[in-house]
Antibody, heavy 126, light 110 residues
Framework: QLQLQESGPGLVKSSETLSLTCTVS??????????WGWIRQPPGKGLEWIGT???????YYNPSLRSRVTMSVDTSKNLFSLNLSSVTAADTAVYYC??????????????????WGQGTLVTVSS | QSALTQPASVSGSPGQSITISCTGT?????????VSWYQQHPGKAPKLMIY???KRPSGISNRFSGSKSGDTASLTISGLQAEDEADYYC??????????FGGGTKVTVL
């Protein structure tokens, strides 16, 4: 059973960089059909897609966050990571990692998230 | 890339059917049949309910169904049950390997 687990600091200072890791267990990060994504949810608000990465390193980011987001993957440790720079209070949210699926063989890009981590709250303090 | 539009709340009595709408544009919902729906209970991670418009993952009740017309996708819950009370989010492919979520709808079982 595939499981994802987010980890990282729960408190980040304003203007600094938020760094989170998602460890995948019960399955391999390396799959031709699996992409891996980050989604966040500010307290009391809706979901926002941050970005998606393929195990080979290709990345796709939300245009509104692109200038501050970097995602990477470590296949040897079966994990992928998120860095969000120059954070402000508006970046306070629960951050989720998730498996992002499509049908590459049919030309269908990754568009839905079938497995999610439990989420981790990151608070940006001034 | 703007969030998809969902009603803030929808309610219904047990046993009834309700429908949640999700309105996008010709750049997302209207251009692709790649809409997914998620259920989220308080304090929990979202759960995939519908993908590719109207497909259900294993274990998801057939009381949940999806459809699309033009720029609007819909999620229908039939035979409403107390356990269906949750927040629901739609999500659509928006081109360029990007996706966009809706603002969410709170479903209340009266």
């Amino acid at each position: 059973q595939l499981q994802l687990q987010e980890s990282g600091p729960g408190l980040v200072k304003s203007s600094e960089t938020l760094s989170l890791t998602c460890t995948v267990s019960g399955g391999s990060l390396i799959s031709s059909s699996s992409y891996w994504g980050w989604i966040r949810q500010p307290p009391g608000k809706g979901l926002e897609w941050i970005g998606t990465i393929y195990y080979a390193g290709s990345t796709y980011y939300n245009p509104s966050l692109r200038s501050r987001v970097t995602m990477s993957v470590d296949t040897s440790k079966n994990l992928f990571s998120l860095n969000l720079s120059s954070v402000t209070a508006a970046d306070t949210a629960v951050y989720y990692c998730a498996r992002n699926l499509g049908i590459p063989a049919a030309g269908v890009p990754p568009y839905y998230f079938d497995k999610w981590g439990q989420g981790t709250l990151v608070t940006v303090s001034s | 890339q703007s969030a998809l539009t969902q009603p803030a709340s929808v309610s219904g009595s047990p046993g009834q059917s309700i429908t949640i709408s999700c309105t996008g544009t010709s750049s997302d919902v209207g251009n692709y049949n790649l809409v997914s729906w998620y259920q989220q209970h308080p304090g929990k991670a979202p759960k995939l309910m519908i993908y590719e418009g109207n497909k259900r993952p294993s274990g998801i009740s057939n009381r949940f169904s999806g459809s699309k017309s033009g720029d609007t996708a819909s999620l229908t819950i039939s035979g409403l049950q107390a356990e269906d009370e949750a927040d629901y989010y739609c999500c659509s492919y928006a081109g360029g390997r990007t996706v966009v979520f809706g603002g969410g709808t709170k479903v209340t079982v009266l």
